[in-house]
């Protein structure tokens, strides 16, 4: 047991005993204590977190068998120990999770206090619970301790989307997003089955090594393809993605930390932990590549004419989720880890600041009724410009580094991806301000009698936090265009032992030259001002009298491009038909009566049986005698076999 | 050798207790208290060199790490038995001390089947943890139920003792010995193996098979159980069960292996194949939760008796978990059912409402016997049926047998959950007889929560097998 190993296990142990604590004192802890818990067991855990990212960058790690705690399942010579793996890439997820989970824990405690004293702790122990499951996620050394992980989002996801469980709506969005989880995770046990089946261990470090020695085959590429599926379903990627837009039936703060800065980005962290196999299967590269890629310009599609102010952030959410799959498609893991670290900060930031603003509008969502909370909500209004910034890219602000770090990797695998890829970036700076200048910008539209006013103290804390990142995390990736030095990227290099091994697997793309390199930066640039300047103007002047029904393409777009519908129509309806078929005729006519045969007859066995048990001591040692005289016969008459 | 002699001496000190101890409760705290230190004294045992140090016992008693291991689990199984169930124990007579003194020399009994290195052991050993249990059972003198199957027992035992007897016979008669070594030794010699020496095995066979309560020599079971004060079947269920199985194991293991023909595995997997199917169907027509659960005991020994098929490593394993997972799981339902006035499933209709901690412990205990990931019960039949499959996979059909036979007891044992968290209390009467203490839920969540540990981490028990 190493140093890092006694400190590691101390990470997931807070928030579970959180967990505890509020799930089962929740009828007698006061809200004030109940905050407390879940926010002290996130907060302390970010210390660890930061003490462990200190003894990781001096250079110790967690791998192999010092990481093992015991032996979780053991039989004959497989084994699956739980054991913890801590490197550069889990120290940086823990930090993220951590530090924006506790934020969103401190933003909660004011943001949830309407609730009642037992739903408030229940909300806090989910919350605890939640975060508990993601570092088992990012911590496991194995795919089966991840995948315990991934079950436990997935399940606090449910609990959580459905947390006002008492309308029907909002249940439905939780089992709809568990139901399309459950599709991806059935890829990625399978996945777990096959690596099991051929390598014989699900730890990480040994299956990589035998997967190089071994060199690509056509089992890694279904390996890889099943992990993929499971990574669409979580991560919300076409055609898996439709559980995420309803999923903002949850609670603002749960849809920041669940469905923005965490659990859906656990996908880009298999594929990312994985990266040894998938260099082996090129052709699963250019799959995650293409569905990254036409799942941002997709969702980011069906973004721009969203009204709920909710709906525009998860559609957006989907988007730049395709990009980091992207960044994972085009081999630019470090890109993509990067993107998701900035996302975190300028999304939760978004959603944060969206909740803040549903709060002021007494739980209006709809975009048409704000207008002009400039003047009500100012600190409100200054972060989410800065989160609106970031995440359309303008410089100097995050999202403009990471992002343009996939798209230069995207240009040097292909510049079509390019090409389609910037689209979706104008999309989303145009969308982002469309929100913002809706929603901030104007005249006010709501209603006069109650305006809105600022949040809470909690609530503006993390959004400020949260900004302050949002504007300043880019510096830690910096290009080295900016730096003229291989070194400047100091992010690269911090990841660069977790990442070699696929990296030095992967065909090179000739990196683009300076010259190209300022070219790209200086179109994209220029061309996302020129959007924000035309969302600004269009929306400044929104009258909601004005307001038409969409029309034409628009409304497709307005319609989410019909994907529900097409799913209900193709998948679903028919599913049902053929579950009718089978439920009235097949289950009936022959499963029911062969299972309710068998219940019979263990029932009608278990009353003839209960007549063998006469009470009459003289049957019971006759029916012994008989038995023995049995056994006599097989013992010493039976034929030896 | 500490577990045999201290708790032969904890029960004389009960004896004594019960002469100048008036009030049941210090008696209880005194029974508490020395079984808290024979546990502590068997862990000591497990660790180190034992107390007392009696080399001409050498060819009698011969102490094993997995013998010691389980004393320890009898003993800490014991101790939760003692803790949740002492105010039960007291309300089922006036001689409450008699009654602790009685399960010490069960204990002791236990103790000596762990570690017997000669038939004349094994007998001895087996009188001495039957015959306490003919008076438990009858404990309740005014009741008829109670009378009656202590009788029975009583008349049965003799019967199956008369049984191990001629076995014990017949393989001295063959090898001149009781030692269990010298007999080992001469028979691989002696082939073909003399016919009055397999007759003697299968006679032994038999008499284990019935102290375990398998298939079809269980007919004492639900009679017995279902007649015994509850607090007591908790007792014969769990602890002298675990005990009889192991002894089978040591009997049968080792010093006897050159005995094991192929037509070993068809006797034992015909034992077992009964026991399952007994067992578990007929649990599934009982109304009392008493009754099914002394079926679903007769099913569960049938698990355990995979380990007697095996004679493995992972049998033995197995049988760690299982009996320290079952035994805590079936004293745990039993201590709320000897509290409770109507002990149908109606009983518990509606527990969870008036009492969500214990409803939540009793979940977790059933879950554990219907075998459950993340619970003991599940690694428990897991080991015992992978055992099986290493040891000789041709008997498949036994393997899915076992586990049908697990999703059948699914059935009854889930009518407990349902009742409890699903049904409505229709009466007004109170659920339990005598008002629980404070306490009393929180104990059996750390039962429970102990459970939940062997499932995930079952090192921490099996770690002992191998100093």
Not at chain 1, 605 to 629: C, E, T
Not at chain 2, 389 to 399: E, P, Q, R
Request: glycine fraction near 8%.
């Amino acid at each position: 047991m190493s140093n890092l190993s006694q400190l590691a296990w101390l990470v997931p142990i807070f928030p579970l005993i959180g967990f505890l604590i509020n799930g089962l004192g929740r009828n007698y802890l006061s809200k004030t204590l109940v905050g407390i818990i879940g926010s002290g067991a996130l907060l302390l855990s970010f210390i660890t977190s930061v003490l462990i990212f200190n003894k990781v960058s001096a250079g110790e790690l967690l791998i192999g068998e010092a990481g093992v705690y015991f032996d979780f399942i053991k039989f004959g010579s497989f084994n699956i120990p739980f054991a913890f793996q801590i490197d550069q890439l889990t120290s940086i997820f823990l930090l993220v999770i951590t530090g924006v989970g506790f934020l969103i824990h401190v933003y909660s405690t004011s943001y949830m206090h309407e609730e009642t004293k037992a739903h408030f702790a229940r909300y806090f122990a989910y919350l605890n619970l939640f975060v508990f499951s993601m570092l088992l996620l990012v911590m496991g050394a194995n795919y089966v301790i991840m995948f315990i992980g991934w079950e436990g989002v997935g399940l606090c996801s449910y609990l959580l989307i459905g947390y006002w469980f008492k309308n029907n709506d909002y249940t439905n969005a939780a089992k709809k997003a568990f139901v399309m989880n459950r599709i991806g995770d059935l890829g990625f046990l399978i996945a777990i089955f096959y690596l099991i089946q051929h390598f014989g261990t699900t730890t990480y470090i040994d299956i990589f090594s035998q997967a190089k020695t071994e060199g690509s085959s056509s089992l890694i590429t279904i390996i890889t393809l099943c992990l993929f599926v499971g990574a669409m379903g979580k991560s919300a990627q076409l055609p898996l993605y439709t559980w995420l837009p309803d999923a903002m039936a949850g609670p603002t703060p749960v849809s920041a930390l669940i469905h923005a800065a965490t659990m859906v980005t656990a996908g880009i962290y298999m594929i990312a932990r994985s990266n040894v196999l998938y260099a082996l299967a090129p052709s699963t590269m250019s799959l995650v590549a293409i569905v990254g890629l036409l799942t941002a310009v997709f969702a980011a599609s069906i973004a721009l004419k969203q009204n709920d102010i909710k709906k525009v952030l998860a559609y957006s959410t989907v988007s730049q989720l395709g990009y980091m799959f992207l960044g994972l498609g085009v081999g630019a893991f470090t890109g993509a880890v990067f993107h998701v670290m900035t996302h975190a900060f300028f999304k939760a930031l978004l959603f944060l600041g969206a909740g803040s603003v549903i709060h002021a509008m007494h739980h209006q969502q709809d975009m048409r009724h704000y207008g002009g909370l400039k003047k009500y909500m100012p600190v409100t209004n200054i972060t989410m410009l800065i989160g609106c910034l970031a995440i359309a890219g303008i410089p100097p602000f995050s999202g403009f580094f990471s992002k343009d770090e996939i798209l230069i990797a995207a240009y040097a695998a292909n510049p079509i991806y390019y090409v389609i890829g910037l689209f979706g970036a104008l999309m989303t700076a145009f969308y982002m301000f469309r929100m913002y200048t809706m929603t901030f910008l104007g005249g006010f539209r709501g209603d006069h009698h109650h305006l809105p006013h600022e949040s809470p103290k909690p609530m503006t804390f993390a959004l400020v936090v949260l900004a302050i990142l949002a504007a300043v995390a880019g510096f830690i990736g910096l290009p080295e265009l900016f730096t003229h030095n291989p070194e400047g990227h100091k992010l690269a290099n911090y990841l660069a032992p977790v990442f070699k091994d696929g990296e030095a697997l992967l065909a090179k793309h000739a990196h683009p030259d300076h010259t190209t390199e300022w070219i790209l930066l200086a179109v994209s640039v220029g061309l996302i001002v020129a959007v924000i300047l035309w969302a600004v103007k269009t929306y400044k002047v929104y009258k909601l009298e004005n307001d038409a029904e969409p029309q034409g393409f628009s409304k497709i777009l307005a319609n989410k491009w019909y994907v529900d519908e097409i799913y209900d129509a193709v998948i679903i309806k028919p599913i049902l038909a053929i579950g009718d078929f089978f439920g009235k005729v097949i289950e009936t006519k022959g499963i029911d009566k062969a299972v309710n045969g068998v219940g019979k007859a263990i029932n009608f066995g278990s009353r003839k049986f209960r007549y063998l048990q006469s009470g009459n001591v003289g049957n019971y040692i006759l029916i012994m005698i008989v038995a023995i005289i049995i056994l006599v016969r097989i013992l010493f008459y039976l034929p030896m076999s | 050798m500490n577990l045999i002699i201290i708790s032969a001496l904890s029960g004389v000190v009960m004896m004594f207790s019960g002469l100048f101890v008036k009030n049941n409760r210090t008696i209880s705290y005194i029974a508490t208290a020395l079984i808290i230190f024979l546990s502590l004294a068997t862990m000591c045992e497990l660790g180190a060199k034992s107390w007392f140090n009696i080399p001409q016992a050498e060819a009698m008693l011969r102490t094993s790490v997995y013998g010691k291991l389980i004393g320890v689990i009898l003993t800490i199984a014991t101790t939760f038995y003692f803790v949740l169930s002492g105010k039960d124990i007291e309300r089922v007579g006036k001689h409450v001390a008699d009654y602790y003194a009685l399960m010490f020399f069960v204990l002791a009994g236990a103790g000596i089947l762990l570690s017997f290195q000669n038939l004349l052991m094994l007998f001895l050993g087996v009188e001495i943890l039957t015959i306490p249990l003919f008076i438990l059972t009858g404990a309740q003198k005014q009741n008829l139920k109670s009378n009656e199957a202590s009788l029975k027992y009583f008349l049965m035992g003799a019967f199956s003792t008369g049984i191990m007897l001629m076995g014990i016979v017949l393989i001295y008669g063959a090898m001149g010995s009781f030692d269990l070594s010298v007999i080992g030794k001469k028979a691989q010699f002696a082939t073909p193996i003399h016919g009055a020496n397999l007759m003697g095995l299968l006679l032994l066979l038999a008499s284990m098979a019935f102290k375990v309560s398998a298939a079809p020599f269980h007919f004492w079971t639900p009679d017995v159980y279902d007649g015994a004060p509850t607090v007591f079947t908790s007792f014969m269920a769990t602890i002298v069960k675990v005990a009889a199985v192991v002894a089978f194991i040591r009997l049968f293991e080792g010093s006897m292996e050159p005995f094991h023909t192929s037509k070993w595995q068809i006797l034992v997997s015909i034992l077992i194949a009964c026991t399952l199917l007994v067992g578990n169907i007929t649990a599934v027509f009982q109304q009392s939760v008493k009754r099914m659960l002394a079926y679903s005991s007769i099913s569960q020994a049938g698990y355990m008796l995979f380990a007697v098929f095996a004679f493995n490593a992972f049998g033995k394993e197995g049988i760690t978990i299982y009996g320290l997972s079952y035994s805590l799981a079936t004293i745990g339902i039993f201590s709320v059912l000897s509290k409770m006035q109507d002990i149908t499933f109606d009983g518990f209709n509606g527990l969870a409402r008036q009492y969500p901690g214990i409803a939540f412990a009793l979940t977790v205990f059933v879950l554990s016997l219907a075998g459950i990931p993340l619970t003991g019960g599940f690694l428990g039949k897991f080991y015992m049926i992978s055992a099986g499959a290493a040891s000789n996979s041709s008997y498949t059909w036994l393997f899915i047998l076992a586990i049908l036979c697990a999703a059948v007891s699914v059935y009854y044992y889930f009518r407990i959950i349902q009742a409890m968290y699903f049904k409505e209390r229709v009466s007004d009467t109170p659920v339990f007889e005598v008002p629980v203490s404070k306490a009393f839920p929180i104990l059996l969540i750390v039962v429970a929560a102990l459970i939940i540990l062997i499932g995930i981490n079952p090192q921490i028990l099996l770690q002992y097998l191998y100093f």
